[in-house]
């Protein structure tokens, strides 16, 4: 009995140090890869709507998150106001701009 107690305690031995470091190089490479698929195009969109939002300009024709399109009558530090039809202003945060239109896009719809 003493035999096989002391044959199991000796087959159970250490792993080797190589699955470790193996292991450490597969979560740098997942968190690399993560940061390039995820991480950078996230904070490159970011960026790109953050410039946009401080780029308004008053008489500028904008399309909304919410699909309504308007021309800018007043802005101020937050807020923005849009004329979506004649005596119809609506007043929106200026985060919830999309995108910029093209001068004359609202006359041509």
Same mark, same amino acid.
């Given at each position: 009995?003493?035999?096989?107690?002391?044959?199991?305690?000796?087959?159970? +031995?250490? /792993?080797?140090?190589? /699955? !470790?470091?193996?292991?450490?190089?597969?979560?740098? !490479?997942?968190?690399?890869?993560?940061?390039?698929?995820? =991480?950078?195009?996230?904070?490159?969109?970011?960026?790109?709507?953050?410039?946009?939002?401080?780029?308004?300009?008053? +008489? %500028?024709?904008? =399309?909304?998150?919410? +699909?309504?399109? !308007?021309?800018?009558?007043?802005?101020? %530090?937050?807020?923005?106001?849009?004329?979506? /039809? %004649?005596?119809?202003?609506?007043?929106?945060?200026? /985060?919830? =701009?999309?995108?910029?239109?093209?001068?004359?896009?609202?006359?041509?719809?």
């Amino acid at each position: 009995m003493n035999f096989i107690s002391s044959a199991h305690a000796q087959a159970a +031995g250490q /792993a080797p140090q190589e /699955a !470790g470091i193996m292991q450490l190089v597969l979560m740098v !490479g997942l968190f690399v890869m993560f940061y390039f698929i995820a =991480i950078r195009p996230q904070r490159k969109r970011q960026k790109e709507h953050q410039e946009l939002v401080t780029n308004l300009a008053k +008489g %500028d024709e904008v =399309i909304t998150t919410s +699909g309504i399109l !308007g021309k800018i009558n007043k802005l101020d %530090d937050n807020y923005l106001t849009l004329q979506v /039809a %004649d005596n119809v202003e609506l007043k929106f945060q200026k /985060a919830s =701009i999309h995108a910029v239109l093209p001068k004359g896009t609202l006359k041509s719809i």
